[in-house]
C-alpha cells in the first residue's frame, strides 16, 4: 500500500528518532549541550570529519572554556590552536563572533536561526544546527550528509549542487521537521548520513528507514544524490623563501588576515607566472612582498599538497638579503625568528613540513652555481 506524504514522514520521524537515541555516537560536544559548545563543535566540524575534530575540540575547550575567553585571546593563539584543522577563515571567523557575542550581547548567543546567521562564519546551515540543538527551534538543517539522505530517500533525480534544486531540498527539509523533536531529528539526519548512508557504499541492510527509501527500492542508492562531475583539478608551481641572516634566524611573513589562510605565518613567496624560472618567480615574489632584492641559492625542500579546489608543488630555496629591508608591503607583518621559535607561530601544513627539514638536517647554506 502506497504512503501518504504525512504518513511516510511519520514514518521516517518514529523510525529514525528511535535509532538516533538507541544509536548515537558518543561525542564530546553532547555530553554537556550549551550554545557556545555546540556553536563551537558545528564550527568545527564545517567540511571536517568528527574524528578529525573531536582532539581540537577537546584542546579548544581548556584553552578557551567560555565565550569570554576565546574573545579576549589573541588571534595568533587561536589559529596556533586551530593549526592543522584547515579552513582557517573558520577561526578567524570563530574569533570574530566571539568578540561579538562577549562584547556586544553580554556573552548570551542569539536563540535564533535567523539572528545566528548575523554573527560571522554562520550561514543558514549552521544556524540551524545551533538553534535547533542549543535553543531547541523548530528548524531544518541542511549539510552534504542531510542532502544524501533526502536525495535517497526521496529519490530526487536532479543535480543537487543546482541552486534549484537547492531550495528545494530546504523545503522539503523545513517540511520534515517534527515540531518539539527537532534535536533528535536533524542530528539523527546527520548521524545516519555519516555512518549508515554513507557516499560510495551506503548500509543499506542496517538503515532503519530503508523500508521508505525510494532510490534503495528502486535500486538507484549509489547513483543519487546527482552531482555534476568535478572540473579537473588545477595545479600550480609555487615558491617559497627560506631567508637566513648570520645569526642563524629565519625570516617569516605573515600572510593578510582576509585572504586564503589568512593570518598564518610563512616562509615569503608566491605562485609561479607562465614562462618564470622558480627562481626569477621568487626574487619577484620576494620583491613584491617586502619590498627586498634576495639572491637565490639551493633548493632545501619540495611539497606536494592538495586543497579543496586545487594542487600545489611548493619549492622552497634558501636565500639571503642582498638589498634593502623588509617592509610589510604585500603581507599583514614579518620578524625574524631562530628555528625553535618557530612553534610559536601558526603556519600551514606546507611550511610545517619545510620546518621539519629544517630541523631534520636541512641545510641553508649556498650553491649559487645551481
Not at 582532539?55 to 576565546?70: I, N
Not at 528507514?209 to 547513483?223: P, S
Not at 619577484?284 to 594542487?311: C, K, N, P
Amino acid at each position: 500500500m502506497t504512503m501518504s506524504a504525512s504518513e511516510k514522514a511519520t514514518f521516517l520521524h518514529t523510525q529514525l528518532i528511535d535509532w538516533f537515541r538507541a544509536a548515537q555516537a558518543d561525542l564530546p560536544w553532547r555530553r554537556d549541550r550549551t550554545p557556545y559548545r555546540v556553536w563551537l563543535s558545528e564550527i568545527m566540524l564545517q567540511q571536517t570529519q568528527v574524528a578529525t575534530v573531536i582532539p581540537y575540540y577537546e584542546r579548544f575547550l581548556e584553552k578557551f572554556p567560555t565565550v569570554g575567553a576565546l574573545a579576549a585571546a589573541p588571534l595568533d593563539d587561536v589559529l596556533k590552536l586551530w593549526e592543522g584543522l584547515g579552513y582557517y577563515s573558520r577561526a578567524r571567523n570563530l574569533h570574530r563572533a566571539a568578540q561579538i557575542v562577549a562584547g556586544n550581547l553580554n556573552g548570551r548567543f542569539p536563540e535564533t536561526a535567523s539572528e545566528l546567521q548575523k554573527l560571522p562564519g554562520i550561514g543558514r546551515y549552521t544556524a540551524g544546527a545551533i538553534a535547533s540543538l542549543a535553543f531547541g527551534e523548530d528548524v531544518p538543517v541542511l549539510d552534504g550528509n542531510v542532502i544524501r539522505v533526502l536525495a535517497r530517500v526521496y529519490n530526487v533525480e536532479e543535480d543537487v549542487t543546482r541552486s534549484a534544486t537547492q531550495r528545494s531540498l530546504w523545503g522539503l527539509a523545513t517540511n520534515l521537521v517534527p515540531a518539539g523533536y527537532v534535536a533528535d531529528w536533524n542530528e539523527g539526519l546527520m548521524e545516519l548520513g555519516r555512518r549508515i548512508c554513507v557516499p560510495r557504499d551506503p548500509l543499506c541492510a542496517e538503515c532503519p528507514i530503508a523500508e521508505r527509501c525510494e532510490a534503495y527500492r528502486l535500486g538507484v542508492q549509489h547513483e543519487r544524490p546527482v552531482k555534476r562531475p568535478r572540473a579537473k583539478t588545477p595545479h600550480y608551481d609555487v615558491t617559497a623563501a627560506v631567508i637566513s641572516r648570520a645569526d642563524g634566524q629565519v625570516l617569516i611573513a605573515q600572510r593578510p588576515l582576509d585572504g586564503m589562510l589568512g593570518g598564518l605565518w610563512e616562509f615569503p613567496g608566491g605562485k609561479r607566472e607562465p614562462g618564470e624560472t622558480l627562481r626569477d618567480c621568487l626574487a619577484r615574489e620576494i620583491r613584491e612582498e617586502l619590498d627586498i632584492e634576495i639572491r637565490v641559492g639551493s633548493q632545501i625542500a619540495t611539497v606536494r599538497h592538495g586543497y579543496t579546489h586545487f594542487r600545489i608543488t611548493l619549492y622552497a630555496f634558501a636565500c639571503e638579503i642582498v638589498r634593502g629591508e623588509p617592509q610589510a608591503i604585500g603581507c599583514a607583518a614579518w620578524t625574524w625568528a631562530a628555528l625553535d621559535e618557530l612553534d610559536r607561530y601558526a603556519f600551514p601544513v606546507t611550511d610545517q613540513q619545510i620546518i621539519a627539514q629544517l630541523r631534520n638536517g636541512g641545510q641553508l647554506g649556498f650553491d649559487w652555481d645551481v
